[in-house]
């Protein structure tokens, strides 16, 4: 395989699937400021551990993926007497600058579409481009 190559058992072992999310919890929108002075609250003993004085895009969005797993494990466990509080966590991407989402267990989805991944996809052949890579 040559540097960059992407071979095209990876494209054999995924689908591109559409799908619909059925009677969503609301989602945490993890690069609002208003979410991050909630958290900031709600986790001012662990950020302070992690030796994060404030919690703002810059964090949320860095390397430390601990900052992350933090943000995510306790919107995953927010919960009150009637069940979970969220179904998941909504972010843009720092690669790529896309929209993303983190759908939690338990959200019901329903499939809408699956399709393999071709070669001549031009979604495939633009990230490819974008990011060096020679799929096969």
Do not use: K, N
Request: glycine share 10%; net charge negative; aromatic share 8%.
């Amino acid at each position: 395989m040559v540097v960059g190559g992407v071979p095209g058992d990876w494209r054999a072992q995924r689908s591109i699937v559409r799908f619909e999310l059925i009677d969503p919890l609301p989602f945490v929108d993890a690069d609002a400021i208003r979410t991050h002075q909630a958290l900031q609250r709600e986790l001012a003993t662990e950020l302070a551990a992690l030796d994060v004085p404030d919690l703002d895009l810059g964090t949320v969005r860095g390397r430390d993926r601990r900052v992350t797993r933090l943000i995510a494990a306790w919107a995953y466990g927010a919960s009150d007497d009637e069940g979970p509080l969220y179904g998941g966590i909504r972010y843009e991407s720092r690669i790529a600058g896309g929209e993303c989402f983190a759908i939690f267990d338990g959200t019901a989805i329903a499939e809408r579409e699956r399709q393999p991944i071709r070669l001549e996809d031009p979604e495939l052949q633009a990230v490819a481009d974008a990011f060096g890579l020679r799929p096969f």
